[in-house]
């Protein structure tokens, strides 16, 4: 079942494009620079987590928890996602991993660091103060 939710994640467009083969294109061209609307009905940040999420589990392996922040500058948008990297019995003692990926405004991957670790069940001490 991930498998499939990874192949329906690689067929989102990030802009008006399609995977669709021999379709033609009928839409005027953005101006350089400005990110195009997406033809899949989502939001733009929605595309864009998506696609950074999609290449954040292809390159680690690990299984992609949640978004947790993204934000958009003129450089493009940071994406904030939490993994599972050490799946354990109870849950509650799974390891953690908090990445921070970066997707230009082409839609492509520009990088991607590990920001924090953590146990699942623990709240960071400033949390609940």
Known sequence: MRAQ????Q??????NGSRRTGE???EKPQPEGE???????LSLATTVA????LELSVLTGYEVESVTGIQRDEHG??????????????????VMGTY?????N?????GYWRVRRFVRGRADPEVGR
């Open 35 to 41: 990110p195009e609307v997406p033809a899949s009905g």
């Open 10 to 15: 690689a067929n989102l467009p990030i802009g």
């Open 50 to 53: 998506r696609c950074a999420e």
């Open 5 to 8: 939710a990874r192949t329906d």
């Open 106 to 110: 082409q839609g492509e991957l520009s």
């Open 100 to 104: 921070l990926v970066d997707i230009d």
């Open 24 to 26: 033609r294109r009928t």
């Open 77 to 94: 948008w940071h994406v904030t996602i939490d993994v599972v990297e050490l799946e354990k019995v109870p849950r509650t003692t799974d």
